[in-house]
């Protein structure tokens, strides 16, 4: 280790804060602006805190990894943590922060367009700088499709809310009330997946009647297939030229998800299990010579409604008490499998369980709790969701170009701690200073 990395080693030990700011900087350098142009729902005669600093507390607390709007405000209350926010900010702030009841009624008026555009500003920025085109396969963006589950009780939170009945029409009858949302998430290599879309399933009232009858299964399938459609819409219309590989779960194996791919020109691997369309996995078992390489083997154009579609079924031993376990998984894909690229599909669509463990695992125990209700308002319960994918992904780029490019090893619980303690630190200008960190290469 040179002495550059020494230095920059002992600064990120002293001060993770201006380390993960640094991070922020390079790569998005223009979000504290962003959140400034963003339009203001408020009467400006009465504004006390500007929109910036409203939203660049919410962005710090994703960062510190708190959890609750009350924690915040009691962990923030520190005239340490004022000054380093103006600092950071680039904000005047006297000598208070915003109160959690500010915030959420700001929050409650604000337009979750908003949000939803700033992160794909900061999406559309990291695909030009072209510092992550090695994760493109082949010369396609991987975007991961899945959904999961915000709040979940017996309290009726607002008029959004699901509905699951148990024993319905008997007198144990019981409601229980979700929120649920559908996410697209971008894969940057390794261990960094990024927000790039998100649509939220809710209750307009026109499915109840249909769904009286349907199994969970099927209803949560209409559910979040109509939301897929309206969350490829949104994409489209925001990436029109970006080329795009989907990764969908077996939910998502049925012709409505393959005729948006096709008309958006967009690739897709999703995984098929038994019953998903069982007239493609009969086709598949009746032709009995099929194509071989190594683990994999595949069937090339089965006609289905106007589709070819193409199945790969891999087989992945492990070694487990020293014997030797199989696994085997199955996809459908619109990609001509070939011997140059059977195995290279079956590893990219193993990828897809990045959502679940780098995106809503990591989300909701390890640096965050995104299923706990900050606000039963619609709006701001959205706003909240969508500022933790805004930090939570700074806080995979700092993990990834800070601490793992330096060796420094933490257990997942003492990242948001140690930035916490650091962002509530009397920090110093030698401790801002951003010459520190130059010898971090993003490349």
């Given at each position: 280790m040179g002495r550059a990395e020494i230095r920059a080693t002992r600064a990120l030990e002293k001060n993770p804060i201006e380390a993960c700011n640094e991070v922020q900087r390079r790569f998005f350098p223009e979000l504290f602006n962003r959140f400034e142009r963003?339009?203001?729902?408020?009467?400006?005669?009465?504004?006390?805190?500007?929109?910036?600093?409203?939203?660049?507390?919410?962005?710090?607390?994703?960062?510190?990894?708190?959890?609750?709007?009350?924690?915040?405000?009691?962990?923030?209350?520190?005239?340490?943590?004022?000054?380093?926010?103006?600092?950071?900010?680039?904000?005047?702030?006297?000598?208070?922060?915003?109160?959690?009841?500010?915030?959420?009624?700001?929050?409650?008026?604000?337009?979750?367009?908003?949000?939803?555009?700033?992160?794909?500003?900061?999406?559309?920025?990291?695909?030009?700088?072209?510092?992550?085109?090695?994760?493109?396969?082949?010369?396609?963006?991987?975007?991961?499709?899945?959904?999961?589950?915000?709040?979940?009780?017996?309290?009726?939170?607002?008029?959004?809310?699901?509905?699951?009945?148990?024993?319905?029409?008997?007198?144990?009858?019981?409601?229980?009330?979700?929120?649920?949302?559908?996410?697209?998430?971008?894969?940057?290599?390794?261990?960094?997946?990024?927000?790039?879309?998100?649509?939220?399933?809710?209750?307009?009232?026109?499915?109840?009647?249909?769904?009286?009858?349907?199994?969970?299964?099927?209803?949560?399938?209409?559910?979040?297939?109509?939301?897929?459609?309206?969350?490829?819409?949104?994409?489209?219309k925001t990436f029109p030229r970006l080329p795009i590989l989907l990764l969908m779960d077996s939910l998502y194996a049925a012709k409505p998800v393959m005729d948006i791919c096709k008309k958006y020109k967009w690739d897709y691997i999703i995984r098929f299990k038994d019953g998903s369309i069982p007239y493609i996995a009969k086709e598949y078992e009746d032709i009995p010579e099929k194509e071989q390489e190594g683990n994999a083997e595949y069937i090339n154009e089965i006609d289905y409604e106007g589709h070819k579609v193409n199945v790969l079924k891999y087989r992945e031993e492990t070694i487990e008490n020293k014997e030797v376990k199989k696994t085997f998984f199955q996809w459908i894909t619109n990609i001509e499998i070939t011997q140059k690229n059977a195995l290279k599909i079956a590893r990219t669509g193993r990828l897809r369980w990045k959502i679940e463990n780098e995106g809503f695992n990591r989300q909701k125990n390890w640096q965050a709790d995104i299923t706990h209700v900050c606000s039963w308002n619609e709006w701001a319960l959205k706003n909240h969701y969508l500022m933790q994918q805004i930090s939570d992904f700074m806080k995979q780029l700092y993990e990834h170009y800070v601490l793992k490019k330096l060796g420094i090893k933490k257990k997942q619980k003492n990242i948001s701690s140690d930035l916490l303690a650091s962002l509530t630190a009397n920090l110093t200008a030698e401790d801002i200073s951003r010459d520190e960190m130059q010898s971090i290469s993003t490349n």
């Open positions: 963003i339009e203001d729902p408020r009467h400006q005669s009465y504004i006390t805190y500007t929109g910036k600093t409203m939203l660049g507390q919410v962005y710090y607390k994703g960062i510190a990894g708190i959890i609750s709007m009350q924690d915040m405000t009691d962990k923030f209350n520190k005239p340490e943590v004022v000054e380093n926010m103006s600092t950071f900010m680039g904000v005047e702030l006297d000598e208070y922060l915003p109160h959690h009841v500010t915030e959420n009624e700001y929050l409650e008026r604000l337009s979750p367009n908003e949000l939803q555009d700033t992160i794909q500003d900061m999406v559309y920025d990291l695909i030009r700088r072209k510092s992550f085109d090695e994760a493109k396969f082949m010369g396609k963006w991987i975007v991961i499709i899945d959904g999961t589950q915000l709040y979940s009780g017996n309290r009726k939170i607002n008029d959004k809310c699901l509905e699951r009945h148990y024993n319905k029409g008997t007198e144990q009858e019981t409601v229980n009330y979700h929120i649920d949302v559908l996410e697209a998430k971008i894969y940057f290599g390794s261990r960094l997946v990024c927000s790039i879309c998100s649509e939220f399933i809710e209750n307009n009232g026109e499915d109840a009647e249909n769904y009286k009858n349907m199994s969970e299964e099927l209803r949560k399938q209409d559910s979040e297939i109509k939301a897929f459609k309206r969350l490829a819409e949104k994409l489209k």
